[in-house]
């Protein structure tokens, strides 16, 4: 079977501005992909290409083997898309704004029940959209983007600004729907935890590049050989304290924290020779974080930056 989207080195460019340099993506029928980099990587400008909005500068573009020119209508009935903003009209209530994009698609009127079931706006169906919460604003975007019963769902940010618990009745609708299997998604996003919770692979992007790519174990056995010891200590301790260096993969300090961060090979081995030192200094703990990496550590290893900044 013909992969869901196939996008192979494109590029695209605004004036001076390279937003995207060579991207090649394929994504399996029926997998969840994150796209996932800070503000400005180039995440909306390569799912604009993908959803036909945009065209790439080079490159091309293949929907279950097709591409834009040509196939317009045949794409747009098994794509299902959220923009990264989406603006409804003020003076529709809910229902009537599901019911607008369903004519398009000419969908019975039952299909709008269902959607509001499914995203759980029911108890909204008559609320003007100019006064949704940020998280039911979302699921309506949500709700839009599944009326047709797409195959393939490209969601553009679809959890950003959302206090965790609106997050999690996203990811829980997406989760629903990932469990029949049939449903193809790429999603953007900045949030690792998400990326990680919903999605079967990850491409991390920064700069309009592909940074890695994989499952989550995939990165972290791949990128992040180690485990980090954070902490901060009462009296004096400078880097040229710090014992066995040969262990240490990374250390830094924070000023604005006046935390040390330390990435080691070995946690376990580690902390008791720094526990040591820190007796023969006459130095003492005030706090201390013991963790495994994260795609978050990882990332601002790769970039030296963070994913949310
Ligand atoms: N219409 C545009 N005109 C000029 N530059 C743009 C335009 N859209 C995006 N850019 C630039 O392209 C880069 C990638 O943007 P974008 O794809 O929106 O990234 P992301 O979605 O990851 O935040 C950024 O440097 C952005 O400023
Ligand atoms: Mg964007």
Aim: net charge negative.
């Amino acid at each position: 079977m013909k992969p869901a989207i196939q996008v192979h080195d494109i590029i695209k460019s605004y004036k001076d501005v390279k937003a995207v340099r060579s991207i090649s993506l394929e994504i399996a029928r029926g997998e969840y992909m994150a796209l996932l980099g800070p503000n400005g990587a180039g995440k909306t400008t390569i799912m604009e290409m993908i959803e036909g909005i945009q065209k790439p500068d080079t490159g091309e573009i293949l929907i279950n083997g097709l591409e834009w020119q040509g196939n317009e209508k045949r794409l747009h009935r098994i794509l299902g898309i959220s923009l990264q903003e989406t603006r409804f009209i003020d003076k529709l209530n809910v229902r009537e704004t599901l019911a607008l994009f369903a004519s398009f698609y000419k969908l019975p009127r039952s299909r709008i029940s269902t959607i509001l079931d499914m995203v759980n706006l029911e108890n909204k169906s008559t609320a003007y959209t100019e006064n949704l919460s940020g998280g039911q604003r979302q699921r309506l975007a949500l709700g839009i983007a599944l009326l047709n019963q797409p195959e393939i769902l490209l969601l553009d940010e679809p959890t950003t600004g959302l206090d965790p618990s609106a997050r999690r009745e996203v990811w829980n609708i997406l989760m629903d729907l990932k469990e029949n299997g049939e449903t193809t998604m790429i999603l953007t996003t900045h949030y690792m935890e998400e990326a990680s919770y919903l999605c079967d692979r990850i491409v991390i992007i920064d700069h309009g590049k592909v940074l890695a790519r994989g499952t989550l174990d995939e990165l972290l056995t791949k990128y992040s050989a180690g485990e980090i010891i954070e902490f901060s200590v009462g009296g004096t301790f400078t880097e040229a304290d710090f014992p066995a260096k040969q262990n240490i993969i990374k250390i830094k300090f924070d000023q604005n924290t006046s935390k040390w961060s330390l990435v080691v090979q070995d946690l376990v081995e580690y902390l008791p020779k720094l526990q040591h030192e820190f007796e023969t200094k006459n130095v003492y703990l005030t706090s201390l974080e013991c963790r495994k990496m994260t795609l978050d550590d990882l990332f601002i290893q790769m970039t030296g930056r963070r994913l949310d900044e």
